[in-house]
């Protein structure tokens, strides 16, 4: 099993980028998909989900409205658009599987596959 993400990068504020994330190895389609992010210093925190047929997601309180998760089952890919960067966003960036077909969760203990990351630097 396999989560390959990329698209980071140095940015300004206000920038926009979009985050991929390839999966293989589990039937992508079956599960819900997750972002997380850690920035330096700081402990892992979720970012947003999307249930497998993309009629939900949820969104932590500080990316709503300029953050939106996708997906395309087809491609085994999940995305995140991120818009109005601030530099609060400099993490770095994780898509994670969850460890069941039917679990769609913000919580962190709940995903067991993460992909190696992808750093967002925003600068002000």
């Known amino acids: 099993v396999q989560l390959q993400a990329s698209g980071g990068g140095l940015v300004q504020a206000g920038d926009s980028l979009r985050l991929s994330c390839a999966a293989s190895g589990r039937t992508f389609s079956r599960y819900a998909m997750a972002w997380f992010r850690q920035p330096p210093g700081k402990e892992r925190e979720f970012v947003a989900v999307i249930n497998w047929d993309s009629t939900e997601t949820y969104y932590s309180d500080s990316v709503k409205g300029r953050f939106t998760i996708s997906r395309d089952n087809n491609k085994n890919t999940v995305y995140l658009q991120m818009n109005t960067l601030k530099p609060e966003d400099t993490a770095v960036y994780y898509c994670?599987?969850?460890?069941?077909?039917?679990?769609?969760?913000?919580?962190?203990?709940?995903?067991?596959?993460w992909g190696q990351g992808t750093l967002v630097t925003v600068s002000s």
């Open positions: 994670a599987f969850p460890r069941t077909e039917m679990t769609f969760t913000n919580r962190r203990n709940e995903y067991d596959l």
